[in-house]
């Protein structure tokens, strides 16, 4: 029993600071229960299931926010209440446990690999990061369908995200991305379980340890805040629009007409903007040009007439040569009247398309009709791949809303020569949720300080933000406001040790891993 409360405390801790932002000290310390939990001889099974429990309650928690606020699911064309309940608490229940799996894989071989010493630091840091980017990896397998993209993409989970809240810790991004931050939240658990079960010796190592990193952090503090956010690129302004939109299944052509009304009058508040980026799924060039073709042209001009003519990145769906459905981003050049567009590459599943096990349940349960109205509004198709735009002569890593969920896509981006990150995001699905923003600002955060660039996100419904390099919210807007932000911004081609060198903490904790189970072998003959 005692362990099993040990366990459901670790998995309460890890997750509290996802929908409580201001516990994320325990992000730091939440991993001590289970280890002490498996310090002692255990069952592979007993082990395995100690993992289980606490991944259960911290993912449970983790992505809470992210399914149940979706509801009520109207927007996605499903009416029925009883069967909107259903179907989220088995998509967010199939999540959980496919994450969950990995803290239990973490347990049995934490457990087998323990050796009762200060070496369990190691063990345990290492084992807890390539344990969440198998996790990772596994969100893609578990939900395969048309639109999996294979990767691990799908980190806003992970533990090290919480560390966005601190604007020292966050720094640890530009040494080796989210992974270096899990790491770092691991080894804090893995000291403090050593504090509680190492000797005299260890202890008094482990205060001086602790006692040195409070220093480091404290003066961390002081030199950041004297840190300027600028250096010597050149700069461009960029406005970022915030709407109101709620989401809608299917929108008439009153809230069509409506939409733009309030688009083209946010419009002329980015008047002295070289770049204005609408929020995601905006549809503002599409929707200028329905009652006649070039019809946006026109309008944008008119509206930034005696003024640089700025390059507008908006999106909405469209439809490949192949018959396919997109998301699409187009980047409209008003001076040059040049367009570039992308798709949308890491699609979000359950929203953008259907995994193939609930296609499965949803036919089994006699609503295939109705997954069938859906996919063909909502089923979408994933572009081939990313690649920098140019906007307004500037090379820009230009993203869709989750997509900045991948500690992959805007790093790939800055290799390929993108000096500003754009984010095109509308958490309109999530119905206001504070929650949903707030976890969806904290992985923005750690792209921008993991590739050293500036960040712009123009969104739907949530506030808008920019963010400079260090990941230092620079401008905002307000909730529940639609308006306009704008700043200077600039270019930056840093080469971060996480751009050259890639996730190589996961290749070094694979090494250590390799390392201790080597040992533990010797030991045992």
């Known amino acids: 029993m005692k362990r099993t409360l040990l366990a459901l ?26 280890l002490i939990a498996l310090s002692r001889p255990l069952g592979m099974w007993r082990a395995f299931s100690l993992g289980i429990l606490a991944g259960t309650v911290f993912y449970g ?47 049995l071989v934490f457990s087998k690999l323990a050796m009762n010493s200060w070496k369990d630091i190691v063990t ?26 294979p990767g691990p993409h799908a980190t806003l989970s ?8 601190d604007t020292v810790l966050v720094q640890g991004a530009w040494l080796g991305g989210v992974y270096a931050l899990s790491f770092l939240c691991a080894l804090g658990g893995a000291i403090l379980y050593r504090a509680v079960r190492g000797g005299t010796g260890e202890r008094r190592l482990i205060a001086l340890a602790v006692f040195l990193a409070v220093i480091i952090w404290t003066s961390g503090h002081v030199l950041l805040a004297r840190t300027s956010s600028w250096g010597s690129g050149e700069r461009i302004r960029i406005a970022a629009v915030s709407t109101q939109e709620p989401a809608v299944f299917v929108p008439t052509a009153e809230q069509e007409a409506a939409n733009l009304g309030r688009m083209v009058d946010a419009l002329a508040q980015t008047r002295g903007s070289a770049v204005v980026v609408m929020p995601e799924g905006s549809d503002l060039l599409r929707l200028l040009n329905k009652s006649s073709p070039g019809n946006a042209k026109a309008v944008l001009s008119t509206i930034f007439a005696g003024t640089e003519m700025p390059a507008v990145i908006d999106s909405g769906s469209a ?25 949308k590459h890491f699609l979000l599943p359950y929203g953008e398309y259907a995994p193939l096990y609930v296609r499965a349940f949803v036919t089994a349960v006699g609503e295939g009709n109705s997954l069938g109205t859906l996919l063909s509004e909502r089923g979408l198709s994933p572009g081939d791949d ?37 984010n095109a995001a509308s958490h309109a699905w999530f119905h206001d949720s504070r929650l949903v923003a707030g976890q969806m600002r904290d992985v923005s955060i750690i792209r921008a300080v993991e590739s050293r660039r500036w960040y712009v996100q123009a969104s739907g419904v949530s506030p808008s933000f920019i963010l400079d390099p260090y990941g230092r919210v620079i401008a905002a807007s307000s909730w529940g406001e639609e308006g306009v932000i ?15 060198f890639g996730p190589w903490v996961l290749w070094v904790a694979g090494l250590a891993l390799l390392i201790t189970y080597a040992r533990s072998r010797r030991n045992m003959q």
Do not use: K
Request: glycine share 8%.
């Open 9 to 34: 405390a670790s998995g309460a801790l890890l997750g509290a600071p996802f929908i409580v932002p201001q516990l994320w000290p325990l992000a730091l310390v939440g991993l001590a229960p289970l």
């Open 61 to 107: 928690i983790a992505i809470w926010a992210i399914f149940w606020t979706a509801l009520p699911l109207n927007w996605l064309g499903v009416f029925d209440p009883t069967f909107q309940i259903v179907l989220v608490s088995l998509c967010w229940g199939m999540t959980v446990l496919g994450f969950a799996l990995w803290t239990g894989v973490f347990a």
């Open 124 to 149: 345990a840091s290492a084992l807890w990061v390539i344990c969440e980017w198998a996790g990772a990896w596994w969100f893609g397998i578990e939900n395969a369908g048309t639109g999996t993209v």
């Open 158 to 165: 992970f533990l090290g995200n919480m560390l966005a809240n």
């Open 319 to 343: 439809y490949a040569a192949d018959g396919t459905q997109h998301s699409r981003m187009d980047v409209y050049d008003i001076g040059t009247d040049s367009y570039e567009t992308e798709d």
């Open 386 to 422: 990313t690649r920098p735009l140019t906007v307004a002569s500037t090379t820009m890593g230009v993203l869709f809303c989750n997509e900045a969920m991948s500690p992959v896509l805007y790093a790939s981006l800055a290799r390929e020569g993108a000096t500003v990150f754009i």
């Open 486 to 500: 704008a700043a200077d911004v600039e270019e930056r081609t840093d080469t971060t040790p996480y751009l050259r």
